[in-house]
């Protein structure tokens, strides 16, 4: 029993590491990592934390961390139009929270990005910037993308700020399951090219 339980865990664990053909971002602050099985515990800890997941609108977890395990899973693989990473900071390799493109669509060249940084000793230090701009130029530059969008509640004040500071600009509101969201979208056309040795975004591998 207690074998099969292991193996269980072990399984669930390893989906975790499902999407190794993701690349290894590098951004000024921070890189962005595909997603592995160490990241489980502070994933876990993020998504019971009610007031982190009360700024973007949704519900803590109620779940064990086995079910969590068995749940997550499914969530961090590159199918279903979803790429997610990790993001370390440089200077010690801590993983601080997540980013992903949800709802790729190559052929309209479009995403959803979304971003949370669990650790609350790192908002307002610069690492959501950092990080949006990673993955905005990955997805622009690597992907192809053209556009790129996400939605924010109306009262997230430091999310709006640091989107906007990101060059994403409000295009609509949307009321969803009782919350207020503004509706922001960054264009390729729009954006500066990076110069070549500042470009956040490069592939590490
Ligand atoms: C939103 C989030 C990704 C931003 O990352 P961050 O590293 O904290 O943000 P940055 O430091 O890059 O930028 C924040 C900006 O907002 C400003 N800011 C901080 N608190 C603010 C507030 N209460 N009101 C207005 N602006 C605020 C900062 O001064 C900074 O702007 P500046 O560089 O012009 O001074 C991060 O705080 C986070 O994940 N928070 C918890 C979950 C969440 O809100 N997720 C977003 C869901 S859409």
Redesign the pocket.
């Known amino acids: 029993m207690a074998a099969r339980l292991l193996i269980w865990i072990f399984t669930c664990l390893s989906r975790y590491d499902s999407n190794m053909t993701l690349p290894t971002l590098a951004g000024l602050k921070v890189r962005l990592c595909p997603k592995s099985a160490a990241d489980a515990r502070s994933d876990y800890r993020w998504q019971k934390d009610a007031e ?1 997941m009360a ?2 609108g949704n519900e803590p977890l109620r779940e064990s961390f086995l079910d969590y395990l068995t749940l997550s899973a499914a969530d961090y693989g590159t199918a279903n139009g979803m790429e997610m990473f990790a993001i370390r900071t440089l200077s010690e390799n801590r993983h601080i ?1 997540n980013c992903a493109l949800y709802q790729l669509d190559h052929a309209a060249g479009e995403a959803q990005l ?5 650790e ?1 000793d ?11 701009m990673t993955m905005v130029n990955y997805a622009l530059e690597s992907l192809g993308l053209v556009r790129l969008h ?4 109306e009262n ?8 906007e ?1 990101c060059g994403f600009s409000p295009y609509g509101k949307l009321l969803h399951e009782g919350h207020q969201y503004i509706l922001m979208e960054l264009r390729a056309a729009s954006m500066p090219s990076p110069a070549e040795d500042q470009a956040p975004g490069k592939m590490l591998s």
């Open positions: 982190l700024l973007n929270g979304g971003i949370t940084l669990g609350r790192c908002w307002g230090h610069g690492y959501g910037h950092d990080a949006m996400l939605k924010t509640l997230n004040d430091r999310a709006r700020r640091c989107f500071k």
